[in-house]
Every structure is written in structure tokens, then in C-alpha cells.
């Protein structure tokens, strides 16, 4: 599976120590020029940046429509609009972005969507974690935001729902 990754799940992977996680679920891991310098250029100092940086395999893609690039501008952030046109020019299978805005229009696009939760549960099914309720309590500590609703979704999708 050909899949590509927006900033913000990158960064949330890292810093939770599972950005090999993407590697090891799919076969190839894209992210565009713009995802590389959001995370890496101006990230400079910061662990994840390192991270992102040294990741062996992440493949870098650059877009051609920048008509279409500009248009969605208007809605959505840089990294965000450069991924959704990279995945609709490379017929990626599937969008890794977290931010609800992005996803609607990626979706809107017929694109396939999932965000930095579907890949804990992705890994948790896969083996590679052993649950996903410690990493979401981590990402929470660091910024990320979950609605109890989404959280009990979550965790009774990944089998860790107390009784």
C-alpha cells in the first residue's frame, strides 16, 4: 500500500517513538516537499525533526498542480493542501491527516482517509503495539486533541474498553 503522511501525524508518531510504525505497515511512505520543511526545516532542534529526518523510509514527492493547490489554500494549510494534491496526482492509497477540516476535503476529493489514531489502531491489529490507550493518553499530554465519544470509539475498536 502506497500511503502519504501530513506534518502533524508525523510529528505526533514521533514523538510518541512510532514513526517506523509507518514503515512497517506500508510499503510506501510518502510526505511532499512542504511536509519535509514544516517538520524538518523549521522543526530544526527538536527531536522529532531528527526523527523525520533520518527516517529511511520516507519518500519525498513534489506537486505539479498548483492551480488546484492554491484553490485549496483558501481552506486548508500548506502541508495539508500539498499532500491532497500529491495523493491526488500519485493515486496514493490511502491520506494519513489528522486536522477534520483537511480530511473533509480529501475525502471530498473520493481520496481515502485515515489519521494518526487509525495508524495506532492499524498497529495495535498488526501486533507492532500492544495497545493504543497509553499512546493516546501521551499524545493528549502533547497537544492532541480527542473527544471522550472518539476516544471510547477507539478504544472499544481496539478491544481496551474496561468493563
Same mark, same amino acid.
Given at each position: 500500500?502506497?500511503?502519504?503522511?501530513?506534518?502533524?501525524?508525523?510529528?505526533?508518531?514521533?514523538?510518541?517513538?512510532?514513526?517506523?510504525?509507518?514503515?512497517?505497515? @506500508?510499503?510506501?511512505?510518502?510526505?511532499?516537499?512542504?511536509?519535509? /520543511?514544516?517538520?524538518?526545516?523549521?522543526? /530544526?532542534?527538536?527531536?522529532?525533526?531528527?526523527?523525520?529526518?533520518?527516517? $529511511?523510509?520516507?519518500?519525498?514527492? $513534489?506537486?505539479?498542480? /498548483?492551480?488546484? @493547490?492554491? @484553490?485549496?489554500?483558501?481552506?486548508?494549510?500548506?502541508?495539508?493542501?500539498?499532500?491532497?494534491?500529491?495523493?491526488?496526482?500519485?493515486?496514493?492509497?490511502?491520506?494519513?491527516?489528522?486536522?477534520?477540516?483537511?480530511?473533509?476535503?480529501?475525502?471530498?476529493?473520493?481520496?481515502?482517509?485515515?489519521?494518526?489514531?487509525?495508524?495506532?489502531?492499524?498497529?495495535?491489529?498488526?501486533?507492532?503495539?500492544?495497545?493504543?490507550?497509553?499512546?493516546?493518553?501521551?499524545?493528549?499530554? /502533547?497537544?492532541?486533541?480527542?473527544?471522550?465519544?472518539?476516544?471510547?470509539?477507539?478504544?472499544?475498536?481496539?478491544?481496551?474498553?474496561? $468493563?
Amino acid at each position: 500500500m502506497r500511503v502519504i503522511v501530513n506534518s502533524s501525524p508525523l510529528i505526533f508518531l514521533a514523538k510518541l517513538g512510532l514513526l517506523d510504525v509507518l514503515g512497517e505497515l @506500508f510499503e510506501e511512505v510518502y510526505i511532499t516537499d512542504g511536509v519535509y /520543511h514544516e517538520t524538518v526545516v523549521e522543526g /530544526h532542534g527538536h527531536d522529532e525533526a531528527l526523527l523525520i529526518a533520518e527516517a $529511511s523510509f520516507l519518500r519525498r514527492v $513534489s506537486i505539479r498542480n /498548483h492551480e488546484l @493547490f492554491r @484553490f485549496l489554500l483558501e481552506m486548508i494549510d500548506y502541508g495539508e493542501a500539498e499532500t491532497i494534491v500529491a495523493a491526488l496526482e500519485n493515486k496514493f492509497d490511502l491520506v494519513i491527516l489528522d486536522d477534520k477540516d483537511a480530511r473533509k476535503v480529501a475525502r471530498g476529493f473520493g481520496l481515502k482517509v485515515t489519521g494518526t489514531l487509525g495508524i495506532l489502531l492499524l498497529a495495535r491489529r498488526k501486533g507492532l503495539i500492544p495497545a493504543v490507550g497509553p499512546y493516546i493518553e501521551e499524545l493528549r499530554k /502533547h497537544g492532541f486533541r480527542i473527544s471522550e465519544d472518539v476516544l471510547g470509539k477507539i478504544l472499544e475498536s481496539a478491544g481496551e474498553l474496561k $468493563s
